[in-house]
């Protein structure tokens, strides 16, 4: 039975501490222990205590494997508990006005677990309780914690178990909560609510730690309190209803979220105040501030929040953070700094935004159905300021009634808005620029303009690819063309060759499109002269493969993969110098492109066709005198590339006609032989001549738009090589060539190679 009189350790004698040992020994009465006037007692797995009483700075130690009733500290004392285990009818432990270390234990309470706080009335004092991997928790409450006093949590567990009860109480004083530490509450996870003496920090800190409220909010903030609260790295929230945050009675709140992400919603009301800041966090929910609650948002360092605002007075999107709406949002102030808003529509669904005052600087990013002409909108009906940008939705689509799109209206003040890298905005076959106006009643409004249209990146990529075969063609013609060169360098003997070439021309805008091609590639081939006719005959073979790579604006490129073989034939008399060659070729090509749209998205498109073209080409090796010799000539080439339908994944379509080239060249090569000691023969030439090509009409339509690629034209060709024959069986080649003319310039062609010959 319970004695009449605590256990009382003073340290008066061995005599007396040799009593309460015996007491507690005793298994027919369970005592309270009383440890005072700046003693220490140690309470091990031996004994046995119905409650503990610690006071006047005196010191409780508890080991592994202890258990215990309740324990209280009073009055500057100390607990340290390891390992023990407290199972209590009333609190499991009070810490008033002292300090606390409980380490690896576990606490059960049928009222609430444990209590920091200060004396009773006193605006002074205060406790500091720490569980470090400890379990507690109580019917009626996990814990509690008064003004200036501090409950640590570190990796451990707190629960409050009924449905009307607390995880954490904390009423006037600071609750830290860190590495995987978890709070859970019948009602809320953590409630902050008013000290009686208003006294203490109001705060929680939450670390890389979980807040659970079953039948509430995971935070509330009540009784007039004057809360702030941090949570930090990872830290997870969760509450009924997906209610994270709920405060009311006249309360404020100053939550800042910091590396974390949270989904749920935060509510302020009954005439209550809050303000949040996510900084590198990801939240997704609503915040509602009923009428008479005032609320402020801040985003800052990246953070993304996904949601509506209802009654909030503030929005300050920062530094690289994102606001998306999810629905039509009037707010009363939005300031930008660096930040964006993101209209989030599509899929048939435009939002407008709606605000009273506009300041700072940031991106809209915003979206059209140009079928339909539908849009989001921002409205400003009071003063709009700062420098915006519009980030708009692009698409490979022709609209259907193309109109002017308003996207922004201001009722007053000096804001300007641009596009977003000062690029139109592609529109299907054309791009539209951004136009402003005064909307007649003193205010300004900003509109995509299909009066300014150029042609879009992905009509430029189509046409680029419909134009560019016959010129990855003639690149290859090239290589071989300086292969029968060497065979009339060489007596027209039988062998083994190999070129690798390399060509860069740049289109003019007046072909009907503008763009840089670079062609890299390889032939190889094997000839051999005819066993019958004169003996001058001589035919071969060849395969071979090149890649284009297009260049076009805005970072919209294309590449052409060409795979070839062929057979060629060349003539020479050896008395009169007379030669022809002629040259047929197929390909196929494997055609891609990549568009860089105007809203920063990709578009892409392949397909594939194929070429066949030939080449004729009749000339005169002249002989002069000490090595010399000049080679005039003409060329007749033509070229057809199959059609073909096909279309970008951005909804654009594109249908080719058969591409055509047809190019006469007329020109001479100058040379010399020069024979060199150990029988090496070097042969340094120059060459001109000047090109026509005859096919104007290549047709392309985009979405239905005709456009002609137009190659036609004059232009010269300059080009310097040398030949060199070491032996009779081998040599090598380099051949260096530049042309210009009015629709095509070639900057560079190089083509080097050798052959075997026997």
């Known amino acids: 039975m319970r004695p009449l009189f605590p256990l009382s350790v003073r340290p008066r004698g061995l005599f007396a501490l040799s009593l309460i040992t015996a007491a507690l020994y005793s298994s027919t009465a369970a005592a309270t222990v009383v440890v005072e006037n700046g003693s220490s007692f140690t309470v091990d797995s031996s004994l046995l205590a119905d409650r503990y009483v610690v006071r006047e700075q005196s010191t409780l130690n508890t080991l592994a494997g202890s258990s215990l009733r309740e324990v209280s500290v009073f009055e500057g004392s100390v607990l340290n508990m390891q390992g023990s285990e407290v199972n209590a009818q009333d609190y499991g ?23 920091a706080s200060r004396q009773l009335g006193s605006a002074t004092g205060g406790s500091t309780l720490t569980l470090r991997n400890s379990d507690v928790s109580g019917l009626e409450g996990g814990a509690e914690v008064t003004g200036l006093s501090t409950l640590i949590l570190d990796n451990s567990r707190v629960e409050g178990t009924q449905v009307g009860a607390d995880g954490v109480n904390v009423r006037g004083g600071t609750a830290i ?13 953590i409630s902050i609510g008013a000290d009686s003496n208003d006294v203490g920090d109001y705060r929680a800190e939450v670390d890389g730690s979980t807040v659970i409220g079953l039948n509430g909010a995971a935070l509330t903030v009540v009784q007039g309190a004057q809360a702030t609260i941090a949570l930090s790295n990872g830290t997870q929230l969760k509450g009924a209803n997906d209610l994270l945050l709920d405060v009311s009675e006249g309360s404020s709140v100053n939550l800042s979220v910091s590396r974390s ?22 939240v997704l929910g609503d915040v509602h501030a009923e009428a008479g609650s005032v609320a402020d948002v801040t985003l800052r360092n990246g953070a993304f929040f996904t949601g509506q605002l209802q ?57 059209a159905d140009y079928a339909t002409n539908e849009h989001d909108t921002l409205i400003v009906s009071g003063t709009a300021t700062g420098e915006h940008t519009l980030s708009v939705k692009g698409s490979g689509e ?65 046409l680029a690819l419909f134009n560019t075969a016959p010129t990855v063609w003639y690149g290859e013609l090239t290589s071989l063309r300086s292969r029968m060169g060497e065979l009339r360098f060489n007596g027209g003997k039988a062998g083994l060759w190999s070129r690798a070439y390399s060509n860069k021309y740049d289109v003019a805008e007046q072909s009907g499109v503008g763009y840089s091609q670079v062609q890299s590639g390889f ?27 297009l260049d076009l604006t805005r970072g919209t490129s294309g590449s052409v993969d060409s795979y070839y073989l062929g057979a060629y034939t060349t003539w020479l008399d050896q008395a009169s110098g007379y030669y022809f060659d002629a040259v047929l070729k197929a390909n196929r090509f494997d055609n891609k492109s990549k568009v860089n749209m105007s809203d920063g998205t990709r578009a892409k498109g392949d397909y594939n066709n194929t070429g066949l073209g030939g080449s ?7 002989a002069l005198a000490d090595g010399w010799f000049v080679e005039p000539y003409g060329q007749l080439a033509a070229v057809v590339i199959g059609s073909k339908d096909y279309g970008l994944d951005n909804g654009m379509r594109a249908e080719g006609d058969q591409t055509r080239s047809l190019l006469g060249k007329v020109g001479s090569v100058v040379g010399r032989n020069v024979r060199l000691e150990g029988g090496t023969v070097l042969q340094p030439y120059i060459k001109a001549a000047v090109a026509h090509e005859f096919a104007k009409a290549n047709r392309v339509q985009v979405n239905d738009n005709l456009f002609n690629n137009d190659l036609s034209g004059s232009r010269a060709e300059l080009g310097a090589g040398l030949a060199a024959s070491f032996t009779e069986d081998f040599s090598v080649h380099a051949d ?18 050798l052959r075997y010959s026997w």
């Open 523 to 549: 032939s190889l081939g094997a000839d051999a002269p005819l066993p019958w006719g004169d003996g001058q005959w001589l035919v071969g073979a060849l395969i071979g493969h090149s890649r284009s790579d």
């Open 177 to 189: 909560v860190r590495n995987n530490s978890v709070i859970t509450g019948g009602n809320s996870g």
């Open 261 to 282: 992400t949270l989904q749920g919603d935060f509510n302020i009301r009954d005439n209550s105040s809050g303000t949040l800041v996510f900084d590198s966090s990801t």
């Open 311 to 367: 009654n909030v007075n503030q929005m300050a999107v920062e530094s690289n953070s994102v606001w998306a709406l999810t629905g039509n949002q009037q707010l009363a102030n939005l300031s930008l700094d660096q930040g964006t808003v993101d209209f989030n529509s599509g899929f048939g669904s435009f939002h407008q935004l709606q605000v009273e005052h506009l300041s700072g600087n940031g991106t809209f990013v915003m979206n």
């Open 736 to 753: 260096f060539d530049y042309a210009k003319g009015e629709h095509i310039e070639q900057p560079y062609g190089v083509n080097v190679g």
């Open 398 to 462: 022709d609209p259907t009634d193309p109109q002017a799109l308003t996207l922004v209206n201001a009722a007053a003040g000096d804001a300007r808005f641009s596009l977003s890298g000062d690029q139109p905005v592609d529109v299907g076959t054309y791009s539209y620029n951004l136009g402003s106006r005064g909307d007649g009643s003193g205010g300004s409004e900003w509109f995509l303009d299909p009066g300014s249209k150029t042609i879009s990146p992905g009509t430029q990529s189509v």
């Open 616 to 622: 004729v080409e009749f000339g005169r090796h002249i």
């Open 93 to 115: 432990l009070i810490i008033n006005n002292s300090t606390a270390t409980v380490v690896d234990s576990i606490i059960r309470s049928q009222y609430v677990g444990v209590n």
